[in-house]
């Protein structure tokens, strides 16, 4: 068990958001340390994924603020995101599906020759550099990534998250269309990369999953924080309760 | 298992000659498609000609000629649709932008710089041709900003910009042609004049051999330095040799096709050259016209295929909101797309009036319905994401090759566009038969 002292990574304070009335967002205050996985739990449409959205810029905060590193960060978009490590890993993949592996890597990030034009070759030996060590029998390097199977795109925008030295990790549901060995294979990298000392958001619906992989957890219902509880001590059924409840068990609530 | 295993590989080796040649030169089959329409077109239309009309006019050094020059104006257009399509946008009024810039260009260049720098002063023709360029990439971007900003679609921006431009272009002009116009600016239509002649055209052609020729060489030497895999060296001599081959065909083609006597006699005049007893073969060489496309295309190529911006195009094109996501300003991105469209439709209007040699309100009537054929028919996919600038400029040879074969052999006006319109749908459908196939 990590124990969390000091400057929290990233500390998300009193978020709120709507969309013309209603509160996807209503006042919600979450932070992670180093080294730490955070679940974020809730049905759909709890606004988990709103309000992770706000930190990697694809959406802006009506109110509240978002501090890494104990400073305040103004993240108006994707780009603001990156620049603080902030790297995200979204449920949709996010991937140009026209595109081979290595522009899908880069996207937005090309490395460049000294002329300014785009250097493909450097960038695609980069690709198998990384991808050797995520996904060793990944070989379709040349292909658009329509053309690959899920785990291979899983893998290619986790190569993406990872290749820029990610401080902060935001990962939407990033088993939901895998196989079971391939969710182990995500399993084990989140491992590593804890161990690398990043910290890592975690939206999955699978209490199980979390109860394994996370520290703790915060639970989302109607856009509003139920509360967050070390996953050591709450059991999948207090979980599942704050879930579908809404409130947090007695016994965690201190 | 195993016995499957067998099997495959028994079954892999015996590949045919062509799948192997395909794989090894890493050649695009629908190219090789498109190439090889053209070629039918060619000896489709000769062949018409000689066996119909007694006369096969369409495979002549003279013809072809006129094709390529006939080509570029849309040839120029359909480059930057190219980027239009890719990123799932239409733009229908490049046909009236390139009226109304020719217009703006003729008033400039007729009208009003003749009274401050008198006539034929060697900057008008600068002058009017950048006010056309930059009038068109302003529209452009002002249309992609309605677009991007205003959240309109761009199938309503440009049919409403279709009737806009041609208005203001008849508005300004009051309906009159202008001509004719400034003696320089002409040179940028073709004609005699308006090309290299045959040393011009060696150099270029030279030139291109080298071009290709360190393209290979150093495409190798790249592959070797990343250990990719290399292609075979008798793959890469042949793919050197088609390109080098086809350059210096072309310049054989153009150098082939002498000036009209009528001129001959009066250059030898005015030069005071003798002509000799079987008269004097003065080659035309590239025209300038083509000389711009080509600069255009290989430009354009670059920009799609060496640099970030080109990059971003293809990726806002297979997936908008990934391309967002990934701190891409997409909507930025739509006004500099259609400011380049404008920019070259302003560009293609350069071309099309000085060839004209006058600036008529009729210029570029339905030029955006065979820009948008030619960068479909050149595998530009509607759907987005997807579409190269050699297709398009091929597209626009095949367009014009139609045209051109029709007008030789006689098919009046409404014939042929019954059959470029069928074309065009029967292009898309082969293109929609074909991506199925391949996925």
Known sequence: MTVNTGTPLVEMRNISISFGGIHAVDDVTVDLYPGEVVGLLGHNGAGKSTLIKCLSGAYQADSGDIFVNGEKATIKNPRDARSHNIETIYQTLALADNLDAASNLFLGRELLTAAGFVDQARMEAETRKIMARLNPNFRKFQAPVSALSGGQRQSVAIARAVYFNARILIMDEPTAALGPQETQMVAELIQELKRQGLGIFLIDHDVHQVKRLCDRASVMKNGELVGTVKVADASEDDLLAMIILGKTPAHLAA | ?439
């Open chain 2, 1 to 439: 298992m195993s016995d499957t295993k067998k099997i495959s590989k028994t079954t892999a080796k015996p590949e045919g000659l062509i799948s192997r040649f395909m794989s090894a030169t890493e050649l695009d089959t629908r190219l090789i498609g498109m190439v090889g329409a053209l070629a039918l077109i060619w000896i489709g239309f000769h062949l018409y000609g000689a066996l119909v009309n007694g006369f096969g006019a369409f495979l002549t050094p003279r013809n072809l000629w006129n094709l390529s020059v006939q080509t570029s104006s849309i040839g120029i257009m359909a480059c930057g649709m190219v980027l239009v399509i890719v990123t799932r946008h239409i733009d229908l009024s490049v046909g009236s932008l390139l009226g109304f810039c020719a217009i703006i260009m003729g008033v400039i260049q007729v009208n009003i710089l003749p009274s401050f720098l008198g006539l034929g002063h060697p900057l008008i023709w600068v002058i009017a041709a950048a006010c056309g360029m930059l009038l068109g990439a302003t529209v452009g971007a002002f249309h992609g900003w309605l677009i991007a900003y205003r959240g309109i679609p761009a199938f309503i921006v440009t049919l409403g910009g279709l009737l806009v431009w041609r208005g203001a272009g008849f508005l300004v002009a009051r309906g009159e042609t202008i001509s004719p116009v400034d003696s320089t600016f002409a040179l940028l239509g073709g004609g005699p004049y308006g090309a290299v002649g045959a040393t011009g055209s060696w150099i270029i052609g030279l030139i291109g051999c080298a071009a290709v020729v360190f393209g290979v060489i150093n495409g190798r030497k790249q592959r070797t330095k990343f250990e990719f895999k290399l292609r075979p060296v008798w793959a890469d001599t042949f793919l050197g040799l088609v390109g080098c081959a086809t350059i210096i065909g072309a310049v054989l083609l153009v150098n082939a096709y002498p000036w009209p006597r009528g001129i001959v006699r009066r250059y030898a005049e005015e030069n005071a050259i003798t002509i000799p007893e079987g008269g004097l073969f003065i080659s035309h060489g590239f025209a300038i016209p083509v000389l711009i496309l080509l600069v255009v295309g290989i430009s354009m190529t670059l920009l799609m295929t060496k640099t970030r911006f080109g990059r971003y195009v293809y990726a806002i094109g297979g997936n908008p909101e990934a391309a967002a996501l990934a701190g891409i300003n997409t909507k930025m991105m739509t006004v500099k797309i259609f400011a380049i469209m404008g920019f070259l439709a302003g560009l293609s209007a350069v071309v099309a009036s000085a060839r004209l040699n006058s600036a008529t309100n009729a210029l570029g009537e339905l030029d955006e319905l065979y820009v948008i054929a030619a960068a479909v028919i050149g595998g530009t996919s509607l759907s987005g994401g997807v579409g190269t600038i050699f297709g398009a400029i091929l597209g626009a040879l095949v367009m014009q090759s139609l045209q051109t074969g029709m007008v030789l052999i006689g098919f009046d006006a409404a014939v042929q566009r019954i059959v470029v319109g069928s074309v065009l749908v029967l292009a898309v459908y082969l293109d929609i038969l074909y991506r199925r196939k391949s996925k």
